[in-house]
C-alpha cells in the first residue's frame, strides 16, 4: 500500500500525529526532494530509504515503486512541503497505483490552499484554483484576462521572483479587485494582507520581498 501523507508548509508541529506514525512504519519514503524530507524526519528521528520521485521522471520511478509495492513494501509519498497532488507530480505515480489495484490511502494534514482560504475573508463555497501562472510574461497577461469574468474566487500560488510581475499584471486587468495576498504562511514572518489590487500593488512594488505566496482573487461578483 502507498500513503499520501500531508507535511507541514513551514511550522514543523503542524505535522499530525498520524503522519508521524505512518512515516516511521513504512518500508521507504517517496520524496519530491529528498533534502527537504530528511529535514523533515531528521527533526522527528525518523531514519528510512528515500526513493526521489520528481517532475520529468514520473514514468520511470513510478514503475519501480509499484514493482516494489506489489512485493509487499509500504511507502508513504511526500511533496516538498503541504499535501502531495497540488501543484507537484503525485497524482501521475496515485493513478498508476489506483489502476493496478494497489491500496491508497490519504494522510491529510497541512496545505497551504486552505490555510490561505481560511484567512481570506472570501466566502469560499466555490473557488477555483489554478497553482502557478504562466512563467511567460505574454502568457501570464493572456492568462488572466481569461479570467476576468469569472464569478467565484481565484487562487494562484506565486514565486518571489515573479510576484511583483503578477502584481503588476493584476493591476492593469482588474485594480478595484480585493486581494488578499498570505506570504510565508505558518513560518517566521508570515504576512496576511488584504486590500484592492491597485493598493497592494502600490505597497510592494517599491520594497523588497522574501518567500512564497497564496494570492486570493476576487472573482467578477465577490
Known amino acids: 500500500m502507498i500513503f499520501i501523507v500531508a ?6 508541529r503542524d505535522i499530525t500525529l498520524r503522519a508521524i506514525d505512518v512515516l516511521g512504519e513504512v518500508d521507504f519514503v517517496i520524496s519530491e526532494d529528498t533534502r527537504e524530507t530528511m529535514k523533515l524526519l531528521n527533526n522527528f528521528q525518523i531514519h528510512k530509504p528515500l526513493v526521489s520521485y520528481y517532475r520529468g521522471c514520473e514514468k520511470k520511478k513510478s514503475d519501480q515503486i509499484i514493482n516494489l509495492l506489489k512485493k509487499g513494501k509500504k511507502a508513504a509519498l511526500v511533496c516538498d512541503r503541504g499535501t502531495p497532488g497540488i501543484s507537484d507530480p503525485a497524482h501521475y505515480l496515485v493513478r498508476r497505483c489506483l489502476e493496478e489495484g494497489l491500496q491508497v ?5 497541512a496545505s497551504s490552499l486552505t490555510a490561505a482560504l481560511s484567512v481570506s475573508g472570501f466566502p469560499v463555497d466555490c473557488f477555483s484554483f489554478y497553482g502557478f501562472l504562466p512563467r511567460n510574461r505574454k502568457k501570464k497577461i493572456e492568462f488572466l484576462r481569461n479570467l476576468e469574468n469569472r464569478e467565484e474566487v481565484l487562487v494562484f500560488f506565486e514565486s518571489v521572483h515573479r510576484f511583483k510581475e503578477t502584481l503588476e499584471i493584476m493591476n492593469e486587468i482588474f485594480p478595484e479587485r480585493r486581494l488578499v495576498v498570505c506570504r510565508e ?3 517566521k514572518f508570515e504576512e496576511i494582507i488584504a486590500g484592492s489590487v491597485g493598493k497592494l500593488y502600490n505597497k510592494f512594488r517599491e520594497i523588497t520581498v522574501r518567500g512564497e505566496f497564496v494570492l486570493i482573487l476576487g472573482g467578477k461578483q465577490c
Open 7 to 12: 507535511t507541514p508548509i513551514g511550522n514543523l
Open 105 to 109: 490511502i490519504p494522510v491529510p494534514g
Open 185 to 187: 504562511l505558518t513560518k
